[in-house]
Protein backbone atom coordinates (compact mmCIF):
# COMPACT_ATOMS: atom_id res chain seq x y z
CA UNK A 1 0.00 0.00 0.00
CA UNK A 2 2.75 2.07 0.48
CA UNK A 3 4.47 1.65 -2.34
CA UNK A 4 1.39 2.27 -4.41
CA UNK A 5 0.63 5.36 -2.67
CA UNK A 6 3.73 6.60 -3.24
CA UNK A 7 4.09 6.05 -6.95
CA UNK A 8 0.86 7.65 -6.91
CA UNK A 9 2.76 10.63 -4.75
CA UNK A 10 5.36 10.61 -7.68
CA UNK A 11 2.47 10.79 -10.44
CA UNK A 12 0.84 13.70 -9.39
CA UNK A 13 3.92 15.43 -8.84
CA UNK A 14 3.78 15.75 -4.92
CA UNK A 15 7.31 13.85 -4.66
CA UNK A 16 9.75 14.13 -6.61
CA UNK A 17 12.02 10.61 -5.41
CA UNK A 18 10.48 7.93 -7.12
CA UNK A 19 11.08 4.49 -4.99
CA UNK A 20 12.00 2.77 -8.44
CA UNK A 21 15.28 4.65 -8.62
CA UNK A 22 15.87 5.06 -5.13
CA UNK A 23 16.00 1.32 -4.24
CA UNK A 24 16.40 0.03 -7.48
CA UNK A 25 13.40 -1.05 -9.54
CA UNK A 26 13.99 -5.05 -8.56
CA UNK A 27 13.89 -4.30 -5.05
CA UNK A 28 10.92 -1.85 -5.69
CA UNK A 29 8.84 -4.59 -7.63
CA UNK A 30 9.58 -7.11 -5.40
CA UNK A 31 8.45 -5.54 -2.04
CA UNK A 32 5.55 -4.78 -3.93
CA UNK A 33 4.55 -8.10 -4.98
CA UNK A 34 6.49 -10.38 -2.28
CA UNK A 35 3.70 -9.36 0.53
CA UNK A 36 0.98 -10.32 -2.21
CA UNK A 37 2.43 -13.49 -2.75
CA UNK A 38 3.51 -14.64 1.15
CA UNK A 39 -0.01 -13.40 2.07
CA UNK A 40 -1.98 -15.64 -0.56
CA UNK A 41 0.64 -18.46 0.50
CA UNK A 42 0.52 -18.47 4.35
CA UNK A 43 -3.21 -18.19 4.35
CA UNK A 44 -3.51 -21.12 2.14
CA UNK A 45 -0.83 -22.81 4.28
CA UNK A 46 -3.42 -22.39 7.32
CA UNK A 47 -6.34 -23.27 5.32
CA UNK A 48 -4.82 -27.01 4.56
CA UNK A 49 -4.28 -26.85 8.15
CA UNK A 50 -7.68 -26.55 9.10
CA UNK A 51 -8.74 -28.76 6.54
CA UNK A 52 -6.31 -31.81 7.97
CA UNK A 53 -8.04 -31.05 11.26
CA UNK A 54 -11.11 -31.77 9.72
CA UNK A 55 -10.26 -35.40 8.20
CA UNK A 56 -7.95 -36.70 10.64
CA UNK A 57 -9.28 -35.30 13.57
CA UNK A 58 -6.88 -37.46 15.75
CA UNK A 59 -3.69 -37.64 13.82
CA UNK A 60 -3.81 -33.74 13.33
CA UNK A 61 -1.28 -33.21 16.71
CA UNK A 62 1.34 -35.49 15.37
CA UNK A 63 1.24 -33.64 11.94
CA UNK A 64 0.64 -30.33 12.49
CA UNK A 65 2.54 -28.82 15.62
CA UNK A 66 4.20 -25.50 15.91
CA UNK A 67 7.61 -26.72 14.77
CA UNK A 68 6.30 -27.26 11.64
CA UNK A 69 4.19 -24.63 11.24
CA UNK A 70 7.17 -22.44 11.89
CA UNK A 71 9.48 -24.10 9.31
CA UNK A 72 6.69 -24.29 6.79
CA UNK A 73 6.82 -20.33 6.89
CA UNK A 74 10.50 -20.28 6.92
CA UNK A 75 10.55 -22.34 3.54
CA UNK A 76 7.56 -20.60 1.92
CA UNK A 77 9.66 -17.30 2.23
CA UNK A 78 12.71 -18.53 1.21
CA UNK A 79 11.29 -20.26 -2.09
CA UNK A 80 9.55 -16.66 -2.86
CA UNK A 81 12.48 -14.73 -1.97
CA UNK A 82 14.77 -16.90 -4.73
CA UNK A 83 12.30 -16.70 -6.87
CA UNK A 84 12.14 -12.56 -6.28
CA UNK A 85 15.39 -12.61 -6.95
CA UNK A 86 15.64 -12.83 -11.17
CA UNK A 87 13.54 -9.39 -10.97
CA UNK A 88 16.83 -8.07 -9.58
CA UNK A 89 18.85 -8.21 -13.14
CA UNK A 90 15.37 -8.40 -15.76
CA UNK A 91 14.12 -4.82 -14.57
CA UNK A 92 15.47 -1.62 -15.00
CA UNK A 93 14.04 1.98 -14.14
CA UNK A 94 13.17 4.06 -17.11
CA UNK A 95 11.75 7.43 -16.20
CA UNK A 96 9.95 7.32 -19.80
CA UNK A 97 8.05 4.15 -18.79
CA UNK A 98 4.33 5.41 -17.61
CA UNK A 99 2.62 2.29 -18.43
CA UNK A 100 4.31 -0.36 -16.50
CA UNK A 101 5.97 -0.77 -12.74
CA UNK A 102 9.19 -1.20 -14.05
CA UNK A 103 10.90 -1.72 -17.74
CA UNK A 104 12.16 -4.90 -18.27
CA UNK A 105 15.59 -5.96 -20.54
CA UNK A 106 14.91 -7.67 -23.41
CA UNK A 107 18.03 -8.86 -24.43
CA UNK A 108 17.03 -11.46 -21.29
CA UNK A 109 15.18 -14.70 -23.42
CA UNK A 110 11.79 -13.81 -23.69
CA UNK A 111 10.40 -16.79 -22.24
CA UNK A 112 12.29 -16.07 -19.03
CA UNK A 113 10.50 -12.96 -18.97
CA UNK A 114 6.97 -14.42 -20.04
CA UNK A 115 6.57 -17.22 -17.52
CA UNK A 116 6.69 -15.10 -14.69
CA UNK A 117 3.15 -13.23 -15.51
CA UNK A 118 1.46 -16.81 -15.95
CA UNK A 119 3.83 -18.10 -12.62
CA UNK A 120 2.20 -15.59 -10.75
CA UNK A 121 -1.62 -15.93 -12.23
CA UNK A 122 -1.27 -19.69 -11.59
CA UNK A 123 0.42 -20.45 -8.87
CA UNK A 124 0.51 -17.40 -6.35
CA UNK A 125 -2.54 -16.07 -7.07
CA UNK A 126 -5.50 -18.71 -8.40
CA UNK A 127 -4.27 -21.77 -6.57
CA UNK A 128 -3.79 -20.49 -3.20
CA UNK A 129 -7.16 -18.41 -3.61
CA UNK A 130 -9.09 -22.09 -4.87
CA UNK A 131 -7.52 -24.34 -2.21
CA UNK A 132 -8.63 -21.26 0.78
CA UNK A 133 -11.98 -21.70 -0.83
CA UNK A 134 -11.98 -25.67 -0.89
CA UNK A 135 -11.07 -25.41 2.58
CA UNK A 136 -13.85 -22.69 3.35
CA UNK A 137 -16.53 -24.92 2.25
CA UNK A 138 -15.40 -28.19 3.37
CA UNK A 139 -15.57 -26.42 7.12
CA UNK A 140 -18.88 -24.94 6.91
CA UNK A 141 -19.99 -27.93 5.82
CA UNK A 142 -18.98 -30.31 8.20
CA UNK A 143 -20.29 -27.30 10.45
CA UNK A 144 -23.74 -27.55 9.20
CA UNK A 145 -23.54 -31.65 9.54
CA UNK A 146 -22.27 -31.08 13.53
CA UNK A 147 -25.22 -28.72 13.62
CA UNK A 148 -27.45 -31.45 12.56
CA UNK A 149 -26.04 -34.49 14.76
CA UNK A 150 -26.26 -32.07 17.75
CA UNK A 151 -30.14 -31.49 16.75
CA UNK A 152 -29.38 -27.82 15.73
CA UNK A 153 -27.57 -26.59 18.40
CA UNK A 154 -23.75 -25.58 18.23
CA UNK A 155 -21.23 -24.67 20.63
CA UNK A 156 -19.72 -21.55 20.83
CA UNK A 157 -16.75 -22.15 19.53
CA UNK A 158 -18.42 -24.10 16.81
CA UNK A 159 -20.27 -20.95 15.57
CA UNK A 160 -17.73 -19.00 15.68
CA UNK A 161 -15.53 -21.56 13.53
CA UNK A 162 -18.36 -21.45 11.22
CA UNK A 163 -18.33 -17.35 11.10
CA UNK A 164 -14.67 -17.60 10.48
CA UNK A 165 -14.81 -20.01 7.84
CA UNK A 166 -17.17 -17.75 6.24
CA UNK A 167 -15.07 -14.89 6.02
CA UNK A 168 -12.47 -16.31 5.22
CA UNK A 169 -14.08 -18.02 1.86
CA UNK A 170 -15.89 -13.86 1.38
CA UNK A 171 -11.61 -12.72 2.11
CA UNK A 172 -10.28 -15.58 -0.54
CA UNK A 173 -13.34 -15.03 -3.10
CA UNK A 174 -12.27 -11.05 -3.00
CA UNK A 175 -8.40 -11.63 -3.37
CA UNK A 176 -9.10 -13.65 -6.20
CA UNK A 177 -11.12 -11.29 -8.39
CA UNK A 178 -8.91 -8.40 -7.46
CA UNK A 179 -5.77 -10.12 -8.15
CA UNK A 180 -6.43 -12.09 -11.10
CA UNK A 181 -7.70 -8.86 -13.09
CA UNK A 182 -4.06 -7.91 -12.86
CA UNK A 183 -1.79 -10.67 -13.89
CA UNK A 184 -4.08 -11.19 -16.72
CA UNK A 185 -3.58 -7.57 -18.08
CA UNK A 186 0.44 -7.97 -16.99
CA UNK A 187 0.60 -11.11 -19.72
CA UNK A 188 -1.03 -8.89 -22.44
CA UNK A 189 1.26 -6.11 -21.28
CA UNK A 190 4.74 -8.26 -21.44
CA UNK A 191 3.41 -10.14 -24.76
CA UNK A 192 2.81 -6.77 -26.62
CA UNK A 193 6.16 -5.29 -25.04
CA UNK A 194 8.32 -7.96 -26.39
CA UNK A 195 6.21 -9.26 -29.90
CA UNK A 196 5.16 -5.68 -31.18
CA UNK A 197 7.09 -3.01 -30.36
CA UNK A 198 7.57 -1.77 -33.96
CA UNK A 199 2.89 -2.24 -34.11
CA UNK A 200 2.86 0.76 -31.60
CA UNK A 201 -0.52 1.90 -30.86
CA UNK A 202 -0.93 4.69 -28.74
CA UNK A 203 -4.64 3.90 -27.92
CA UNK A 204 -4.18 0.29 -26.99
CA UNK A 205 -1.42 1.73 -24.57
CA UNK A 206 -3.14 4.17 -22.94
CA UNK A 207 -6.17 1.80 -22.40
CA UNK A 208 -3.17 -0.99 -20.75
CA UNK A 209 -2.07 2.06 -18.70
CA UNK A 210 -5.83 3.28 -17.40
CA UNK A 211 -6.69 -0.80 -16.47
CA UNK A 212 -3.80 -0.75 -15.22
CA UNK A 213 -4.06 1.72 -12.74
CA UNK A 214 -7.90 0.90 -12.12
CA UNK A 215 -6.82 -2.81 -11.05
CA UNK A 216 -3.69 -1.62 -8.61
CA UNK A 217 -6.27 0.48 -6.80
CA UNK A 218 -8.54 -2.55 -6.58
CA UNK A 219 -5.65 -5.05 -5.08
CA UNK A 220 -4.64 -2.10 -2.63
CA UNK A 221 -7.76 -1.64 -1.56
CA UNK A 222 -8.70 -5.14 -1.08
CA UNK A 223 -5.89 -5.51 1.77
CA UNK A 224 -6.91 -2.37 3.18
CA UNK A 225 -10.46 -3.88 3.49
CA UNK A 226 -9.46 -7.07 5.28
CA UNK A 227 -8.59 -5.27 8.84
CA UNK A 228 -12.46 -3.87 8.52
CA UNK A 229 -13.93 -7.11 7.21
CA UNK A 230 -12.41 -8.82 10.03
CA UNK A 231 -13.23 -6.67 12.50
CA UNK A 232 -17.07 -6.11 11.58
CA UNK A 233 -17.40 -9.67 11.11
CA UNK A 234 -15.36 -11.41 13.70
CA UNK A 235 -16.50 -10.97 17.12
CA UNK A 236 -12.74 -12.62 18.96
CA UNK A 237 -11.02 -9.94 16.32
CA UNK A 238 -12.69 -7.81 17.53
CA UNK A 239 -11.95 -8.37 21.04
CA UNK A 240 -8.48 -9.00 20.70
CA UNK A 241 -8.44 -5.37 19.00
CA UNK A 242 -10.10 -3.82 21.64
CA UNK A 243 -8.08 -5.03 24.64
CA UNK A 244 -4.85 -3.78 22.50
CA UNK A 245 -6.24 -0.32 22.40
CA UNK A 246 -7.32 -0.60 25.98
CA UNK A 247 -3.42 -1.70 26.62
CA UNK A 248 -2.04 0.79 24.48
CA UNK A 249 -4.39 3.00 26.65
CA UNK A 250 -3.40 2.42 29.78
CA UNK A 251 0.46 2.08 29.33
CA UNK A 252 0.35 5.73 27.47
CA UNK A 253 -1.47 6.83 30.58
CA UNK A 254 0.92 5.45 32.88
CA UNK A 255 3.98 6.86 31.37
CA UNK A 256 2.50 10.15 31.48
CA UNK A 257 1.60 9.51 35.35
CA UNK A 258 5.72 8.48 35.71
CA UNK A 259 6.63 11.75 33.73
CA UNK A 260 4.80 14.23 35.84
CA UNK A 261 5.53 12.12 39.44
CA UNK A 262 9.20 12.63 38.34
CA UNK A 263 8.68 16.38 37.15
CA UNK A 264 7.01 16.96 40.56
CA UNK A 265 10.04 14.77 42.45
CA UNK A 266 13.00 17.34 40.93
CA UNK A 267 10.45 20.50 41.00
CA UNK A 268 10.79 19.49 45.16
Not at 90 to 100: A, P, R
Not at 117 to 127: D, R
Not at 242 to 268: G, M, Y
Amino acid sequence: LIGIFWLWCVGMSIIKADPREILSCGIFYSILIGPTILSNLYLASISIDRTFMIFYPTRYRFVITRRHVLIRIFLISIIILLIMIPHHFYFYYNKKTTKFICEFDTDIKHWRIRIWPFLHAILFVSLPSIITCISSVILIHNRCNQRKINKNKLSKNARRMKRNSILILFISIIILFSLLPTVILEIFIVHDRLFNNEIFCSKKWKKYRILLNWFLTLSALNYSFKFYIHLIISKTFRKDFIKLINFTFQRQQKQIKQQSVSFNNENT
